[in-house]
């Protein structure tokens, strides 16, 4: 049971630190598209 408790957890984690990224990503580019007008 507390393993798969540690797994879910670590799922949840990963997908959680994905989206972060991903967001982290798309937020960076939106960024240098407005400052150097690159879009």
């Known amino acids: ?13 990963g997908l959680a630190g994905a989206t972060a990224a991903l967001g982290l990503v798309v937020t960076e580019n939106t960024t240098q598209c407005q400052s150097y007008k690159a879009c």
Do not use: G, I
């Not at 393993?3 to 957890?9: P, S």
């Open 1 to 13: 049971m507390l393993v798969r408790v540690a797994l879910f957890f670590t799922v949840v984690m």
